[in-house]
């Protein structure tokens, strides 16, 4: 394709978090819109948009390789678009280093993305990374198709500054989305078949808002008023800073069925000098109070989290506080990383790195004992009967796969429909995954 032709096909590839997956939506959609359709799987789109994630330092590398993957065998390179936090962080390296690039969009600005695909089809490339407070949503077409669990990003931002995080830079300030908006939102995704919505943030919990009265709420406010919606199923939130862990949500756990019986509240390391040194402003006592209060008024809730290995000046004994914090808290899932040095960080600067051999044997304990907490909580799971949300079709025929309450994969065999929620037994679990019965009564 030349690029003096408008690009008539699109293909939007996500890397990294949730929010990440829901900005690629509202791309795809943006495309939409301008009468753009889908590339099919394995076939090559007019326009690529690479929204990248910036968290780590492989997710760059794996940007630059993408973008050398997209060169066709005939030499012709598609309309490329680098978005995403990587966009934001190193928009003009980008452009130079790599010049089949003719679009840098951040995170907040790719409400613009269809001005500047016209641009760059007539020639101009172009780079767009304002950050204006959560602007970009008013520019955004109303929702489309969706599938039976669908996210949405009701928070973005973070003032918190960990000593390692790029966010606060690639992301900006906390800003919380209206609640209307939200209200609004979130019919138009159950009208278009969603029955679980999951409320994202960077801080998810540090939502705050104002309801139709003008009473200013919280995250559990939000809660409450999207668990009016009739067809809505399930509710699910994150992530959670402990910091923001206020005891109105905690209590929304025992107080809204809707609400399911899942924290992700990351702790990062169970040594309270290192957190320290992260600046996460809370201790692993602190930790263990928050998750003691939501487990009293939800016996049943899964933990989950995340932690990083090797933070600089972390010592062996400090790591073995993790390990022991894992054992202690009995995780049902977590994400664990080595740590990143990211360039302008706190961190970056810090003495006594912590050489990669280390990290790598760090990481392997941690993953060993995060891997039997996990397989602990789910055979403790076998024997229960729970509901299950059908998301997808398994590998075999008449195989379903959905999510119980736990955010556990289940696997059955049933007459059922995407979407339904069914009444399962648990009856067998491995480390990733659980295989259940349906009770064949429908429950939705
Ligand atoms: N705001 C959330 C919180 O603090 O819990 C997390 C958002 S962050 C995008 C997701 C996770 O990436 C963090 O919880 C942390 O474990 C990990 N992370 C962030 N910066 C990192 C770095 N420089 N190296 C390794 N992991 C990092
Ligand atoms: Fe990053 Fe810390 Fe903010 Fe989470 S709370 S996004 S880890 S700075």
């Known amino acids: 394709m030349s690029h003096n032709s408008a690009p008539k096909t699109y293909k939007v590839k996500s ?51 993408d ?14 678009a680098v978005a995403g936090c990587v966009a934001q962080a190193e928009g003009e390296e980008i452009m130079a280093r790599a010049p089949s690039v003719k679009m840098v969009v951040g995170p907040q600005a790719y409400h613009r993305l269809p001005d500047m695909v016209r641009d760059a089809a007539a020639g101009r490339p172009s780079t767009d990374t304002d950050m204006p407070a959560a602007t970009k949503f008013a520019h955004l077409p109303a929702r489309r198709r969706t599938g039976a669990s669908a996210f949405l990003t009701v928070q973005e931002g973070c003032d918190k500054f960990c000593t390692y995080c790029v966010v606060p ?12 908006d939200l209200i609004d939102e979130a019919a138009r995704l159950v009208d278009s078949g969603a029955r679980e919505i999951t409320l994202l943030g960077q801080n998810v919990n540090a939502w705050t808002g104002e309801d ?18 009739p067809d809505l199923a399930r509710i699910r939130y994150t992530t959670s800073h402990p910091n923001d862990m ?78 022991r914090l894992v054992e202690t808290v009995g995780y049902a899932q977590c994400f664990s990383f080595k740590y990143s040095p990211r360039l302008g960080t ?66 059955f065999f049933a ?13 067998e679990a491995g480390p990733n995954s659980l295989s259940g019965r349906p009770t064949m009564q429908m429950v939705a």
């Open 67 to 80: 973008i050398g993957r997209l060169k066709r065998d005939d030499g012709s390179v598609p309309l490329i």
């Open 169 to 180: 830079y690639t992301r900006g300030a906390e800003v919380s989305r209206p609640y209307a």
């Open 246 to 323: 206020t005891m109105a949500l905690i209590e929304a756990h025992a107080s809204v069925p809707k609400l399911m019986p899942f924290l992700h509240l990351p702790v990062q390391a169970g040594s309270d000098r290192v957190l320290k040194a992260m600046n996460r402003s809370h201790t692993v006592e602190s930790y263990l109070r928050i998750l003691e209060q939501v487990r009293a008024v939800r016996p049943d809730i899964a933990l989950s989290g995340d932690f990083i290995v090797g933070f600089p000046g972390e010592t062996d004994a400090e790591f073995d506080e993790t390990v």
């Open 346 to 411: 706190p961190a970056a600067a810090m003495g006594d790195q912590i050489a990669p051999e280390v990290m790598d044997e760090r990481l392997q304990r941690l993953q060993a004992a995060l891997n039997r907490t996990q397989l602990a909580f789910n055979q403790a799971s076998v024997g229960k009967s729970c509901e299950v949300l059908v998301e997808r079709r398994g590998k075999l025929p008449g195989q379903w796969l959905g999510k119980s309450p736990w955010l556990q994969s289940v696997h």
């Open 212 to 229: 139709a009265k003008g009473r200013k709420v919280g995250l559990d406010g939000l809660i409450r008023a999207l668990a009016a919606l």
């Open 15 to 65: 890397f990294g978090c949730q929010m990440n997956v829901y900005d690629g939506e509202r791309m795809a959609e943006l495309l939409a819109d301008q009468g753009m359709t889908a590339a099919p799987e394995g076939a090559d789109a007019d326009l690529v948009v690479l929204n990248t994630c910036h968290i780590r330092e492989k997710a760059v590398d794996r940007v630059y390789s």
């Open 415 to 427: 007459d059922v429909t995407l979407g339904d929620v069914v009444d399962v037994t648990l009856i």
